[in-house]
Each structure stands twice: as structure tokens, then as C-alpha cells.
């Protein structure tokens, strides 16, 4: 059973950087045929896909945030990062990391609650 | 960007409906449509993959069916634990949008 589990700070300062981590187990972020996702939720409202990489490391962004946002792996920690600068109170939500493998998100994490405050 | 449109907003239905949700596409995305179904504080659940494949471990009153623009969610005798918030996603082209999700009530 594959299993995924977000970490990071629930608090972050405008204009500062975001970073949160998705540790993997159950399945190996470096095999072949698998993306590894994030998507976000502010408080109320719907789903938003942030972007996701590749098990080779090849990253593919949501244009709306590409300009803040970096996708990594650490495959010696068989886990994912997203890094996020400049927020805003706009980026307020629940960040989930995702496993997708053809096509779908069969594969969650419980989701983190990062506020951007003051 | 593909743009997915969710109808209705949110329905109000009692156990044992028939529930159908709708999800169009701005543009023609194949077969490539995935739903999902969230409840208050947890993650989405993947039900259907492209678009009326039944997800493993989902029950078979979960359909899809539709292809080119035009999505339908059937759930064919709504159940009380059905009662969330229904999510498609195409699964086309990046990035891959969600719908703005559908409310079932009781």
C-alpha cells in the first residue's frame, strides 16, 4: 500500500519561501511510470493542481505558479519537495501531495494546512 | 488551459436517488477524465479514471461515461455516506484543471 505524508511549517510569512516535503512509502519515487503530485485547496473553495515531476526528475508546473515554484526529488529519502516564494495570503490552503500513475491520483497524502500570516 | 465546468453547483437528493453530476471541457480532452470524491478535512478519493473506469475498492452504484467534451458522474442509489463533494479532472493536458466540484446534500 502505497502511502504518502506532508510535512512542513503551518505558518509562513508574506514574501517568505514555502517548502513542504512528501515522504513516500510503500512504493519507489525513482520507478518508472509514475508522476508525483501537488494540489491545493484554499480554505472553502476547490481544488487547484500545482504541477508535478517525474520519477527521472522532469517537472511540469501549473503556468499560473511557474514562476514561483520548484518540484525536486530526493530519491536517498524517497521523498518530493515543493518550494514556493514570494507568498501571499493567496496562497493560504491545504497542500496535498499525490502519486499519479497513468493518468490518475490513485494516492494521497492527508493533507497540510500552510497559512500565510503575519 | 482546458477550463472544466462543473453542473450542477450542489443538489440536494435523499438515500437511495439516482445522482447524475455533469463536466464539460473547454476543449475536446478524449477519454481523459478523471472524479474524485472529498468529505469535510480529508483528501479527494479517486473514484473513476478515464472517465468510466471504476477505481479498485470503489462500490459499482459509482459510474462514468462520456468522452470528447462532455462528462456525466452517475451514482445510480445514493447512499449516506455519499453525501460530499465531487471533483472532475481532466487529465489531458497541463495543466491538469479540476472542476469547481459539485455539493450533494441531503
Known amino acids: 500500500q502505497v502511502q504518502l505524508q506532508e510535512s512542513g511549517p503551518g505558518l509562513v510569512k508574506p514574501s517568505q519561501t514555502l517548502s513542504l516535503k512528501c515522504n513516500v512509502s510503500g512504493a519507489s519515487i525513482s520507478s518508472g511510470s509514475s508522476y508525483w503530485t501537488w494540489i491545493r485547496q484554499p480554505p472553502g473553495k476547490g481544488l487547484e493542481w500545482i504541477g508535478r515531476i517525474y520519477s527521472s526528475g522532469t517537472p511540469h508546473y501549473n503556468p499560473s505558479l511557474q514562476s514561483r515554484i520548484i518540484l525536486s526529488l530526493d530519491t536517498s529519502k524517497n521523498q518530493f519537495s515543493l518550494r514556493m516564494s514570494s507568498v501571499t495570503a493567496a496562497d493560504t490552503a491545504v497542500y496535498y501531495c499525490?502519486?499519479?500513475?497513468?493518468?490518475?491520483?490513485?494516492?494521497w497524502g492527508q493533507g497540510t494546512l500552510v497559512t500565510v500570516s503575519s | 488551459d482546458i477550463q472544466m465546468t462543473q453542473s450542477p453547483p450542489s443538489l440536494s437528493a435523499s438515500v437511495g436517488d439516482r445522482v447524475t453530476i455533469t463536466c464539460r471541457a473547454s476543449?475536446?480532452?478524449?477519454?481523459?477524465l478523471n472524479w474524485f470524491q472529498q468529505k469535510p478535512g480529508k483528501a479527494p478519493k479517486l473514484l473513476i479514471y478515464?472517465?468510466?473506469s471504476l477505481q479498485s475498492g470503489v462500490p459499482s452504484r459509482f459510474s462514468g461515461s462520456g468522452s470528447g467534451t462532455d462528462f456525466t458522474l452517475t451514482i445510480s442509489s445514493l447512499q449516506p455516506e455519499d453525501f460530499a463533494i465531487y471533483y472532475c479532472?481532466?487529465?489531458?493536458?497541463?495543466?491538469?484543471?479540476f472542476g469547481g466540484g459539485t455539493r450533494v446534500e441531503i
Open positions: 476543449q475536446t480532452i478524449g477519454r481523459h
Open positions: 479532472q481532466e487529465s489531458y493536458s497541463y495543466p491538469l484543471n
Open positions: 499525490a502519486r499519479d500513475r497513468y493518468g490518475r491520483s490513485d494516492f
Open positions: 478515464d472517465s468510466s
